[in-house]
C-alpha cells in the first residue's frame, strides 16, 4: 500500500491528475472464492476488510452492481454517533465510534472524521423532560451526553431561531459532543484500498442475479459475469435486501424507501454541528464546503426509485426553515435519495440466516453509516467463525420471532 508523504501529493496534484497509483485493482472475477460479499457499500467493503485483517480470510470478492459507494454509502448525511437508547444499541454504535476515531489511522487513509458534535431538540417542556429521562439513561451506560438549556442550544447553533414565537418554540436539547461527521466516499473507499492490499478482489459492474443453492446450504452466485462459487455468502445490499433474500427462499421483515438529503449553494461557516428535530423532522449541518446539508422524514410508501419524492422534500424544506428562518434566502442546489432498509424495530439484522452459510447485513434504515467499522468488524468475525460476534447477538433474525425487538424508533434521529 503506498503511504502518501506530503511530497508525493505535491508531485501527484502537479501532475494533471496522471500516473496516479490504483487505490485498489480492478478484478476479472474468479470461478470461486472461500467468501462472495455482494454488495460494495460501506458494509461489505468492511466486512471484507476486517475478514482480511483480523481473520486471514483473504480469498474473497466483493460483488457490486455499480460502483463503489454508490449505493446508501455515498449518499448519505455521514451522522455518527453513539446516542441511542437500550443497551444493545450504545454497546454496538459506541464501539463504531472508537473504531471511527482511530479509522485514518487504521486504513491510512483520511475519512475526515469532525467530531463537532450533535444536538437533539426539544420543543416543549414534556419533550426535555423525555430528553432528561435519555440522556440519563444513556449517561449510565458510559455514554457522554449533556442536556442544554435553550441559550446553550442558541450558543452552540446562532442560526436557529430560539425565540418563543418560533412556530415550534426549542426549549433546549441534549448534545452527544463525541458525535460528528466523516467523509462517505473516502470511508467506502479507505476499506476498499485496505480490503484490496490485503487480497481482496473487488469487483465492480458485477450484479448478483441468482443464488446457488444445494438442499440448505448456499454454495454459490448467479451474477452477470458468470457463476461464482463460494463456501460463504454475505448480502450487504441495503434497500434490495428482499429482491437478494427472496432467490435464496427467505422472505425478510424489512421495507424498501426512499431518503432523501439535499445541499444548499455554498456559504461561510455558520454552523458547527449536526442539530436534529425528531418534532418538526429535519436535521441540518454545514459539510466543509460550506454547503447547508439538509435531511428529514423518509418518503410515505416503499419504492426503488432513488430520487425520492416531491412532498417529503417540500415537507423536509418547511420543518428546515421553521427552525431557519434565514435559510430562505438560500438557492438549493442539490437533491437526491437513497433506498434504505427499514426494519420493524428500526435496528439492524445482522448475522447468520435460515440458509447455511449465508449471512446477512441489513436493515441499517437511516442510520447504518456510523455503523460501518462495528458492522464490518462484526460480521466478519461471525462469518469466520459461524457464530454471531456478541455484540450482535441481539440484532439476530430470529428476534422477530421470538419477539426480543430492539425498538429504536425514538433514537432513530427522522421519522420513517
Ligand atoms: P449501500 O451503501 O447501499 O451498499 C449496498 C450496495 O449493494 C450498493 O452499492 C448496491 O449497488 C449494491 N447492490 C444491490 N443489489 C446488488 C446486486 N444484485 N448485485 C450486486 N450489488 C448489489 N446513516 C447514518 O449513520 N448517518 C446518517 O446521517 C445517514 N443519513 C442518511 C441519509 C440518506 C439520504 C440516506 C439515503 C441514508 C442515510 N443513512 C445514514 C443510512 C446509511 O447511508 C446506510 O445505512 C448505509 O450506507 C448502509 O450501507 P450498506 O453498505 O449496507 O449499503
Ligand atoms: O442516523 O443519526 C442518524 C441520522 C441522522 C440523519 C439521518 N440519519
Given at each position: 500500500m503506498e503511504h502518501y508523504s506530503f511530497w508525493s501529493l505535491a508531485k501527484h496534484a502537479l501532475s494533471g491528475h496522471r500516473n496516479w497509483p490504483q487505490a485498489w485493482r480492478s478484478r476479472e472475477p474468479k470461478s470461486r472464492y472461500?467468501?462472495?460479499?455482494?454488495?460494495?457499500?460501506?458494509?461489505?467493503?468492511?466486512?471484507?476488510?476486517?475478514?482480511?485483517?483480523?481473520?486471514?480470510?483473504?480469498?474473497?470478492?466483493?460483488?457490486?452492481?455499480?460502483?463503489?459507494?454508490?449505493?446508501?454509502?455515498?449518499?448519505?448525511?455521514?451522522?455518527?454517533?453513539?446516542?441511542?437508547?437500550?443497551?444493545?444499541?450504545?454497546?454496538?454504535?459506541?464501539?463504531?465510534?472508537?473504531?471511527?476515531?482511530?479509522?485514518s489511522k487504521e486504513l491510512n487513509y483520511n475519512v475526515m472524521l469532525s467530531q463537532h458534535g450533535a444536538v437533539t431538540l426539544a420543543h416543549s417542556p414534556g419533550q426535555m423532560d423525555g430528553l432528561e429521562r435519555w440522556s440519563n439513561s444513556i449517561q449510565l451506560q458510559g455514554i457522554d451526553a449533556e442536556m442544554l438549556d435553550v441559550h446553550q442550544v442558541k450558543e452552540f447553533m446562532s442560526p436557529l431561531d430560539t425565540s418563543r414565537s418560533a412556530r415550534f418554540p426549542i426549549y433546549g436539547g441534549f448534545i452527544q459532543r463525541r458525535a460528528g461527521v466523516a467523509r462517505h466516499d473516502a470511508v467506502a473507499w479507505g476499506y476498499a484500498r485496505g480490503a484490496d492490499a490485503l487480497g481482496v478482489d473487488i469487483i465492480q459492474n458485477c450484479e448478483v442475479s441468482g443464488v446457488r443453492m444445494a438442499g440448505n446450504r448456499v454454495r454459490g452466485v448467479e451474477t452477470n459475469r458468470g457463476s461464482i462459487e463460494a463456501d460463504k455468502v454475505v448480502f450487504a445490499v441495503a434497500g434490495h435486501s428482499t429482491v437478494l433474500a427472496k432467490?435464496?427462499?427467505?422472505?425478510?421483515?424489512i421495507t424498501s424507501v426512499a431518503l432523501q438529503a439535499m445541499v444548499s449553494e455554498p456559504i461561510k461557516p455558520?454552523?458547527?454541528?449536526?442539530?436534529?428535530?425528531?418534532?418538526?423532522?429535519?436535521?441540518?449541518?454545514?459539510?466543509?464546503?460550506?454547503?447547508?446539508?439538509?435531511?428529514?422524514?423518509?418518503?410515505?410508501?416503499?419504492?426503488?426509485?432513488?430520487?425520492?419524492?416531491?412532498p417529503a422534500l417540500e415537507d423536509t424544506l418547511s420543518s428546515t426553515l421553521n427552525l431557519f428562518p434565514a435559510f430562505s434566502r438560500l438557492k438549493l442546489m442539490r437533491q437526491w435519495a437513497?433506498?434504505?432498509?427499514?426494519?420493524?424495530?428500526?435496528?439492524?439484522?445482522?448475522?447468520?440466516?435460515?440458509?447455511?452459510?449465508?449471512?446477512?447485513?441489513?436493515?441499517?434504515?437511516?442510520?447504518?453509516?456510523?455503523?460501518?467499522?462495528?458492522?464490518g468488524e462484526t460480521l466478519a468475525y461471525t462469518?469466520?467463525?459461524?457464530?454471531?460476534?456478541?455484540?450482535?447477538?441481539?440484532?439476530?433474525?430470529?428476534?422477530?420471532?421470538?419477539?426480543?425487538?430492539?425498538?429504536?424508533?425514538?433514537?432513530?434521529?427522522?421519522?420513517?
Open positions: 472461500d467468501v462472495v460479499i455482494v454488495g460494495g457499500g460501506g458494509q461489505g467493503l468492511a466486512t471484507a476488510y476486517y475478514l482480511a485483517k483480523n481473520h486471514g480470510i483473504t480469498d474473497v470478492a466483493v460483488l457490486e452492481k455499480g460502483w463503489l459507494g454508490g449505493g446508501n454509502t455515498g449518499r448519505n448525511t455521514t451522522a455518527i454517533r453513539s446516542n441511542y437508547f437500550y443497551r444493545e444499541s450504545t454497546d454496538f454504535f459506541d464501539r463504531s465510534l472508537d473504531l471511527y476515531e482511530g479509522l432467490m435464496a427462499g427467505i422472505t425478510l421483515p455558520v454552523l458547527d454541528g449536526l442539530v436534529v428535530s425528531p418534532l418538526v423532522h429535519c436535521y441540518v449541518s454545514q459539510s466543509d464546503r460550506g454547503e447547508i446539508l439538509i435531511g428529514g422524514r423518509a418518503d410515505a410508501y416503499p419504492s426503488y426509485g432513488q430520487r425520492g419524492t416531491l437513497g433506498i434504505v432498509d427499514i426494519s420493524p424495530d428500526t435496528s439492524p439484522i445482522i448475522g447468520k440466516t435460515p440458509v447455511t452459510a449465508l449471512y446477512i447485513s441489513t436493515g441499517w434504515g437511516t442510520g447504518g453509516f456510523k455503523a460501518i467499522p462495528v458492522g462469518v469466520a467463525n459461524d457464530q454471531p460476534h456478541p455484540l450482535i447477538e441481539p440484532f439476530g433474525i430470529e428476534r422477530f420471532q421470538t419477539g426480543r425487538f430492539v425498538n429504536e424508533a425514538a433514537a432513530a434521529g427522522v421519522d420513517h
